[in-house]
């Protein structure tokens, strides 16, 4: 069976996107792999490739319009000209995406599936799109590295990621005037304040307390138009982290853009590098020895910096969630923190880095890397999906 993937835009899906490939290689598959920059970089394809295959793809890529992505008349998508059967990975919250699921339901329902990284994710898809066919549960992964000895890596901390201050997202809020800024802000501060707190349940509640005779339909059509309510939220507890960490004396290696622009005392101890390709930052995670995450958001699932530092024989450091709290054991496979008291986090991080604990640091990472080669590479994570959707090579999904 031949299945097509699309690789769009974004590095990093389309490194997720490279592993999955290789694995299903390694099962019998024929892989097809498609292009965003066609000009540069692109597979041959052909009417017999296409018929009965299946198309993969994270985000939406493909599925959009993208001009080298349509069908000769340039009218129509190739997914729908050939008819092929659609797996769509969407690695952020579903309210990012409200039109592109209405499209597929317009256009390809019965040709479509979505598979969600967190389980909430897929509850708030079976309460605002109950038509979308749902596939499994599947958190990102992590892609394994060659491990450098402990006694030969020389960052302490490192965390990779991009930071953009808040309040670049004022213009949104304040857009519509001050009672909108007001009540913008009182969603803002009652998830920052709760970390149980769902931003689209939040939300919610305060819609129906403002509106209450707004309809279901149009509760939706708002949750779709808040996102920069979650950028506001990730980017205030990523910053406010690793503010804590830095103001506390402890250096902190930083792969990504924007942190420039975090407001801390002490912003000397911020080494920061530009953005990294995935390839990179796994190399930087192999040379660390204590690697942070900071949960974008995700309240029953995991980021892949956390099987990523640990495939990398670094001790990952990150806040947790229910999900987490299945899988990971405090000071036995990783170092958890509470994102409400990143000063505690601090505290016990300069302990932890002090010589007389490189062999516990250590014991945590080798039983950490144990855990993820064990269950949480890209590898494990598409046989799942193989699992769930095909049983065979030659046999259609």
């Not at 069908?71 to 059967?85: C, F, M, N, Q, W």
């Not at 708030?124 to 000895?149: D, I, N, S, W």
């Not at 279901?216 to 808040?226: A, K, N, P, S, Y």
């Not at 990179?280 to 949960?295: F, M, P, S």
Request: aromatic share 10%; net charge negative.
């Amino acid at each position: 069976m031949q299945i097509i993937t699309f690789h769009g835009d974004v590095e990093t899906t389309s490194y997720f996107l490279i592993q999955i490939e290789k694995q299903l290689r390694k099962d019998g598959y024929e892989v097809c792999p498609f292009y965003f920059d066609a000009e540069k970089k692109t597979a041959e394809g052909t009417d017999e490739i296409m018929q009965g295959a299946y198309f993969l793809t994270f985000n939406f890529a493909g599925l959009y319009g993208e001009d080298m992505w349509l069908a000769g008349d340039g009218r129509e998508p190739v997914a729908d000209t050939y008819r092929l059967r659609c797996i769509n990975i969407i690695v952020d919250h579903p309210y990012h995406y409200h039109a592109f699921i209405q499209e597929q339901l317009e256009k390809r329902a019965d040709r479509y599936m979505q598979i969600c990284i967190d389980q909430l994710h897929m509850a708030y898809m079976h309460r605002y799109f109950p038509q979308v066919k749902l596939g499994p549960f599947l958190p990102t992964a992590g892609t394994e590295m060659l491990c450098k000895p402990w006694g030969e890596r020389t960052t302490d901390i490192l965390f990779t990621g991009t930071y953009v201050c808040p309040s670049h997202f004022d213009v949104f809020i304040n857009r519509n005037g001050e009672e909108y800024s007001q009540f913008y802000h009182s969603i803002i501060d009652e998830v920052l304040s709760d970390p149980h707190a769902l931003l689209e349940d939040v939300a919610r509640r305060r819609l129906t307390e403002e509106i209450p005779e707004a309809t279901e339909d149009e509760l939706r059509e708002t949750l779709g138009h808040i996102q920069f309510l979650d950028y506001y939220i990730r980017f205030t507890l990523r910053g406010n982290v690793v503010a804590a960490l830095a103001d506390a004396g402890l250096k902190v290696h930083i792969i990504g853009a924007g942190w420039e622009n975090l407001p801390c005392s002490h912003p000397e101890n911020l080494i920061l590098s530009p953005y990294a390709s995935s390839e990179e930052c796994l190399l930087a995670l192999a040379d660390a020895k204590l690697a942070l995450n900071v949960l974008p958001c995700f309240h029953a699932g995991a980021h892949d910096r956390v099987f990523n530092t640990m495939l990398a024989g670094a001790v990952c450091v990150t806040d947790s969630n229910p999900y987490l709290d299945q899988i990971l054991i405090d000071e036995e496979n990783v170092i958890l923190y509470d994102r409400e008291r990143p000063g505690e986090l601090a505290d016990r991080l300069t302990v932890l880095l002090q010589p007389q604990m490189d062999e516990k640091l250590q014991k945590i990472a080798k039983t950490g890397r144990e855990l993820a080669m064990a269950g949480h590479t890209w590898e494990v994570r598409t046989k799942i999906c193989l699992l769930y959707t095909s049983p065979s090579p030659r046999d259609g999904l």
